[in-house]
Every structure is written in C-alpha cells, then in structure tokens.
C-alpha cells in the first residue's frame, strides 16, 4: 500500500491561491486513484475532488467546480490540487487519500490516507 504526505497548505487571503501536493511512495502509484478531502473545526470529513487512476477523469464537489482543479504527475508520484478564488469557507485540514478502485471517497475500503495539511483562507 502506498504512504502518502501532504503539502502546501497555509495562511492566504480571501481570493488567493494554493496548490496542495500529495506525494506517495511506491511504484505503481498510477494505478490508484486519488482523492482530496477537507475537515472543517466540528464538521466531518467531506470530499473535496478525485482524480481516476493512470490518466484518470476527474471529479469535484459543487463547492469547488471552476475554482478547483485535480492534476497528477505519475512521473513523480504525485497528485495536486489547485484552489484559486478561495473563500473562507474553503477552511480546513486538507488530506489526500488513494485507493486501487476507480474513483475515492471517505468510506472506500484499504484505502490509504496521509496526515493532512491545513489551509486557512481569512477575511
């Protein structure tokens, strides 16, 4: 099974820019699929985007469609998120997670999770 670490998170303004990194071990990272999630203080885990396996499709929440963007570069085993016009809502801890099906969300089976890293947007 795949480790993954997450980076790139931090501090920005209202209508800034992040790019999150997700970087896992591992050979055949392209055959998992890829996941990124959010956890606001007091509210649960809920899906952010997801990314298919090797040139996979991807997929996003409502929240994030035309602001957010899922990208991987297998070459160097690593999935991003690109969050651009964010809002304060946008607030969390940001964990990116794998799985071999076809797509990932919170209750897939074995799937693999990183540690998180946090994003904070303010007024």
């Known amino acids: 099974q795949v480790q993954l670490v997450e980076s790139g998170g931090g501090l920005v303004q209202a209508g800034d820019s992040l790019r999150l990194s997700c970087a896992a071990s591992g050979r055949t990272f392209s055959a998992y699929a890829v996941g990124w999630f959010r956890q606001a203080p007091g509210k649960e885990r809920e899906f952010v985007a997801t990314i298919g396996r090797g040139t996979g499709s991807p997929y996003y929440a409502d929240s994030g469609k035309g602001r957010f963007t899922i990208f991987r570069d297998n070459a160097k085993n690593t999935v991003y998120l690109q969050m651009n016009s964010l809002k304060p809502e946008d607030t969390g801890v940001y964990y990116c997670?794998?799985?071999?099906?076809?797509?990932?969300?919170?209750?897939?089976?074995?799937?693999?999770w990183g540690q998180g890293t946090q994003g904070t947007v303010s007024t």
């Open positions: 997670a794998a799985a071999t099906s076809s797509l990932v969300s919170t209750t897939t089976p074995d799937s693999a």
